[in-house]
């Protein structure tokens, strides 16, 4: 029995129409940014042409507005998002926004995606999600912001966030507290929706990074907030998803969050690729062209066959999610992979570039001190590949064989 690595045709088709609008529409427009032009008059007008073509929400179903595509197809678009920081948010296919939008639908009452999701998915608002604490790290179970009801229909909430992604650009936060200490570590914790801004939560600061901070950063959703939960008064109808589901909502989330980040790190990883190709079919050194140096086509090389490695495992994935397989394998491993591979191919192109790279005067610096977070973020490489690691021992005294685990039963 063969195994079919075809594209469906309607996939591919909806792929090359977001490649042309990425690349004619989403890169030029990044020029009319660096010259001057607003960014939200940017965004406003790319949005419009983006609905007029029918580029709108890709992963959300059609019934609510969105393109309605499949794993499979949306992976297809994301690769082709990614080549642009206007891509995704062009097609309101943003990250935080797009996973807490998917959970709003999967969990939110209908007076909740009424009042929440209805603006989100026109575009008029932002969202972000606060999980993440100073003092629990990755360990997500070890968050101590606490949610207590009141007795007047409320719960308060009392604690603190840290590197909530696009806070200071949004219009809503979803926050995650410890609403029952006794409960089994996995139900202590809830989900709540606070409308902003709001006195209770104070952002105090966009954290400082050492990702280059353009004029744009903090309103595109570029920065990560500090903030202070004290005495945020939170309506019960506004738990998402009941109490006690909130690690459980979370993790489901923070899945799509982290196979979004892989897909828009191929399409960055391409782009840099063909910057660096681009760099070296066009310049000369030592009376020989770049193009012609063994050592020069063994770089490409290498950033050639990373993403094919990248792509394969991102179709693999899709496929698995496309038929309802489980992918936590898989997504983890990808995880890891991804982040560090980008890394890989940006670095190769900067090395190419020369002493150009390392300037401010292509993306590719700019990049390279962004995308050092994609180790980090959704949880680091170390939990992934612990998590993973476990899962080979465990298939391992199961079944005698860690191939399962490893990638031996692929399919």
């Given at each position: 029995?063969?195994?079919?690595?075809?594209?469906?045709?309607?996939?591919?088709e909806?792929?090359?129409?977001?490649?042309?609008?990425?690349?004619?529409?989403?890169?030029?427009?990044?020029?009319?940014?660096?010259?001057?032009?607003?960014?939200?008059?940017?965004?406003?007008?790319?949005?419009?042409?983006?609905?007029?073509q029918?580029?709108?929400?890709?992963?959300?179903?059609v019934?609510?507005?969105?393109?309605?595509?499949?794993?499979?197809?949306?992976?297809?678009?994301?690769?082709?998002?990614g080549?642009?920081?206007?891509?995704?948010?062009?097609?309101?296919?943003?990250?935080?926004?797009?996973?807490?939008?998917?959970?709003?639908?999967?969990?939110?009452?209908?007076?909740?995606?009424?009042?929440?999701?209805?603006?989100?998915?026109?575009?008029?608002?932002?969202?972000?999600?606060?999980?993440?604490?100073?003092?629990?790290?990755?360990?997500?179970?070890?968050?101590?912001?606490?949610?207590?009801?009141?007795?007047?229909?409320n719960?308060?909430?009392?604690?603190?966030?840290?590197?909530?992604?696009?806070?200071?650009?949004?219009?809503?936060?979803?926050?995650?507290?410890?609403?029952?200490p006794?409960?089994?570590?996995?139900?202590?914790?809830?989900?709540?929706?606070?409308?902003?801004?709001?006195?209770?939560?104070?952002?105090?600061?966009?954290?400082?990074?050492?990702?280059?901070?353009?004029?744009?950063?903090?309103?595109?959703?570029?920065?990560?907030?500090?903030?202070?939960?004290?005495?945020?008064?939170?309506?019960?109808?506004?738990?998402?998803?009941?109490?006690?589901?909130?690690?459980?909502?979370?993790?489901?989330?923070?899945?799509?969050?982290?196979l979004?980040?892989?897909?828009?790190n191929?399409a960055?990883?391409?782009?840099?690729?063909?910057?660096?190709?681009?760099?070296?079919?066009?310049?000369?050194?030592?009376?020989?062209?770049?193009?012609?140096?063994?050592?020069?086509?063994?770089?490409?090389?290498?950033?050639?066959?990373?993403?094919?490695?990248?792509?394969?495992?991102?179709?693999?994935?899709?496929?698995?999610?496309?038929?309802?397989?489980?992918?936590?394998?898989?997504?983890?491993?990808a995880?890891?992979?991804?982040?560090?591979?980008?890394?890989?191919?940006?670095?190769?192109?900067?090395?190419?570039?020369?002493?150009?790279?390392?300037?401010?005067?292509?993306?590719?610096a700019?990049?390279?001190?962004?995308?050092?977070?994609?180790?980090?973020?959704?949880?680091p490489?170390?939990?992934?590949?612990?998590?993973?690691?476990?899962?080979?021992?465990?298939?391992?005294?199961?079944?005698?064989?860690?191939?399962?685990?490893?990638?031996?039963?692929?399919l």
């Open positions: 029995m063969a195994i079919d690595f075809t594209i469906p045709e309607e996939a591919k909806v792929r090359e129409r977001v490649r042309k609008w990425v690349q004619e529409e989403c890169i030029p427009a990044e020029k009319e940014m660096a010259a001057g032009k607003p960014y939200k008059d940017v965004l406003a007008e790319l949005r419009k042409k983006a609905r007029a029918g580029l709108w929400l890709p992963f959300f179903p019934e609510h507005g969105g393109m309605g595509l499949g794993p499979l197809a949306n992976a297809l678009v994301q690769m082709e998002l080549q642009s920081h206007l891509g995704a948010l062009s097609m309101n296919s943003q990250g935080p926004d797009d996973a807490t939008m998917l959970t709003l639908l999967a969990h939110g009452t209908d007076f909740q995606k009424e009042k929440y999701l209805k603006p989100l998915i026109n575009g008029e608002k932002r969202i972000c999600y606060s999980m993440t604490e100073k003092a629990a790290g990755a360990d997500a179970t070890g968050m101590q912001t606490t949610a207590v009801k009141d007795g007047k229909g719960y308060v909430l009392n604690g603190e966030k840290w590197f909530s992604s696009a806070a200071t650009a949004a219009d809503i936060a979803v926050v995650m507290a410890k609403t029952n006794e409960a089994p570590r996995h139900q202590q914790y809830s989900t709540f929706i606070v409308e902003l801004p709001n006195p209770g939560y104070n952002i105090i600061r966009d954290i400082p990074t050492m990702a280059v901070h353009g004029p744009h950063y903090a309103e595109m959703g570029g920065g990560h907030a500090e903030v202070k939960i004290e005495n945020l008064v939170v309506p019960e109808e506004n738990l998402l998803g009941g109490e006690g589901q909130g690690f459980a909502m979370g993790q489901h989330r923070l899945a799509y969050g982290r979004r980040h892989g897909m828009h191929v960055m990883a391409q782009r840099a690729l063909d910057l660096a190709t681009e760099h070296v079919t066009s310049r000369e050194t030592f009376g020989k062209k770049l193009e012609d140096r063994q050592g020069v086509q063994f770089m490409l090389a290498e950033c050639a066959s990373q993403l094919y490695i990248a792509r394969l495992m991102l179709m693999h994935i899709a496929y698995k999610a496309e038929n309802g397989m489980d992918i936590r394998q898989e997504n983890g491993i995880k890891v992979f991804l982040a560090n591979m980008v890394h890989k191919v940006v670095d190769t192109a900067i090395q190419l570039h020369g002493a150009l790279g390392y300037s401010l005067d292509t993306p590719l700019a990049w390279y001190t962004h995308i050092r977070s994609q180790r980090l973020v959704d949880g490489d170390e939990v992934h590949k612990w998590i993973t690691g476990k899962n080979v021992i465990r298939a391992f005294k199961k079944d005698g064989t860690s191939a399962a685990a490893a990638g031996g039963d692929l």
